[in-house]
């Protein structure tokens, strides 16, 4: 093992430049996509009205009260490039290949360079990180600044870390909890434990916390900028914390003791399993009964204590504020929280285990897999290449309504209004009318039928992906809890709702556990006939 090797010795640029290739060709066949689901919805619009009025509140949609960086860093790209979705994606897998230079410069210091290397390798692979890193999303980019603010932390530079922290909450608010957690836990080794950390013997390679009041304040630093960004936001809107719906669905919503409870193991899942990250923790688990391995009579050298503390302090702040706010429980929003878990797992393997690089690749190979390959249960499809097939889904069946029915009043539900009423988002060519309603489970499409005058015809699809045989599916209480606290619904195949309505299925497409159809109602029919 190659202990004393040291990435720092390579040029951040090349690493920087070396990453941003591997995303690019990785991602290739994906750029040029049209915009999905919240990228079309809220990011995408609201940087483009930042673009065309330089208003750091966005109209066109309504304001969640978001950071601007991100907005404003892709406004800036679509002026110097062009607005496109490809530029925009390139754009994205800039931030992606920063955020892996922090993860390996973080893990080469807090281990070595082999973890290093490891550890980033299974970043890029896992395939939330893969799949977000060409998205429009704000968390990824949080999760970058995050990790460099984690680096200045382990390397006792107060005023660069603040710095980053600062531009992690002004790229998306609950990037605060970071620096917060950090803050708690110096607090903790300052007043509790100070006299009682034990220092390695080795004294130069050992991180030591220091924690005295200048990391206190650089660690209170990115408040007063992100209260800034809220002051602005309350002026020009009257709401501080987004529009009434955003805080309700979000905050207000959120709040049920039962649903606390579910979201907590949920988020825990999402940071110890998810995705075929279960094979990594588990192995680690495993090899925790295992003595450490010696080089020349020594034992390989383990994270100190302190910073893997300080990571489990970040972690719990993420697992549990995420628990009680978050109307979504999404994958994306633990992007910070993961590459720790990463480089902790693959330190211990190191450590003890000494065919550790080939359970490493069993780990990679199984998160590539998961590009692919859907778990067997339900998941947001932003989390793997199921966001493609979506896409791919509306693109066509899009293309299809327009040309055949280019005058029609369409009904159908978001985020397929916006796609088919903004063209800047890649599916049409010219806005149609549009007749919403929130999803196409059986109670929402027999309302429309009495309104079935005001549509022509109807875009349906499947706004969550439905595994063939699911795990869970005969727990009733689940079902229950998930309609209850979590938004689920089942929605209604094409054929039958083509049934319902009245109406005559005329296009679908089945892919991959997704589907779309469109529905011709009688009024169209008998217009063709005369």
């Known amino acids: 093992m190659a202990a004393d090797a040291d990435v720092r010795t390579i040029p951040t640029a090349l690493l920087f430049g070396v990453f941003f290739l591997a995303l690019f060709i990785l991602h290739l066949p994906l750029l040029h996509l049209p915009y999905f689901w919240d990228e079309a919805g809220y990011y995408v619009p609201a940087a483009r009205d ?8 966005p109209h066109s949609t309504v304001s ?13 790209a679509w002026k110097i490039l062009g607005f496109t979705p490809a530029v925009t994606r390139i754009a994205m897998l800039l931030l992606a290949a920063f955020a892996l230079v922090g993860v390996i410069r973080l893990a080469e210091r807090v281990a070595n360079l082999e973890v290093a290397v490891a550890s980033a390798i299974c970043t890029v692979l896992y395939p939330v990180f893969f799949a977000q890193s060409s998205l429009a999303h704000l968390d990824l980019a949080a999760a970058g600044f995050t990790f460099w603010g984690l680096l200045a932390y382990v390397e006792r530079r107060p005023w660069v870390m603040a710095v980053w922290f600062s531009l992690a909450a002004l790229t998306k608010e609950t990037a605060i909890l970071a620096p917060l957690a950090l803050f708690g836990w110096s607090v903790v080794t300052r007043f509790l434990w100070r006299r009682n950390m034990a220092e390695d013997a080795s004294g130069q390679d050992c991180i030591r916390f220091t924690n005295d009041i200048r990391t206190l304040y650089a660690l209170l630093a990115p408040l007063p900028p992100l209260a800034a960004w809220y002051a602005y936001h309350w002026h020009w809107t009257g709401f501080i914390f ?22 907590l193991g949920l988020r825990l899942w999402q940071v110890l399993g998810y995705m075929g990250l279960y094979v990594l923790t588990l192995t680690t688990v495993v090899a925790m009964s295992l003595p450490p ?14 910073v893997q503390l300080s990571f489990l302090a970040v972690g719990l702040a993420y697992v549990v ?27 211990t393997l190191c450590r003890r285990v000494r065919y550790w690089r080939s359970i490493v690749g069993i780990v990679v190979l199984v998160f590539v897999v998961g590009w692919f390959v859907n778990p067997p249960y339900g998941f ?58 929130e999803d196409f489970t059986m109670e ?76 011709e109602m009688e009024q169209v029919q008998e217009a063709r006939l005369h």
């Not at 493609?388 to 985020?415: F, K």
């Open 64 to 76: 969640n009260a978001h950071p601007p960086l991100v907005m404003a860093y892709l406004a800036l």
């Open 50 to 57: 930042l673009l065309l009025t330089n208003s750091l509140i």
């Open 293 to 306: 391995l010696l080089d020349e009579n020594k034992e390989r050298k383990r994270i100190a204590v302190e």
């Open 380 to 437: 947001s499809m932003e989390d793997n290449l199921a966001y493609r097939d979506y896409i791919l889904l509306h693109e066509r069946a899009e293309q299809y309504l327009a040309t055949r029915y280019p005058t029609s009043r369409v009904l159908t539900a978001w985020p397929a209004g916006d796609e088919l009423t903004r063209p800047y988002l890649g599916y049409v060519s010219r806005p149609m009318h549009v007749f919403r309603i």
């Open 321 to 347: 504020a995420m628990a009680f706010i978050g109307g979504a429980v999404l994958a994306r929003y633990m992007l910070p929280v993961i590459p720790l878990v990463i480089i902790v797992c693959v330190s």
């Open 242 to 263: 987004g529009n009434p719906e955003f805080f309700r669905y979000n905050v207000q919503a959120t709040l049920h003791p039962l649903r606390i409870v579910l979201a």
């Open 444 to 519: 929402q499409l027999l309302a429309a039928v009495d309104l079935r005058s005001q549509f022509d015809v109807a875009l349906v699809f499947s706004t969550k992906y439905e595994p063939p045989h699911p795990l869970l599916a005969h727990w009733h209480l689940w079902q229950e809890w998930k309609k209850r606290f979590f938004g689920y619904h089942r929605d209604v195949p094409p054929e039958v709702a083509a049934q319902i309505l009245g109406g005559r299925l005329v296009y679908s497409e089945h892919r991959a556990g997704q589907w779309v159809g469109l529905i």
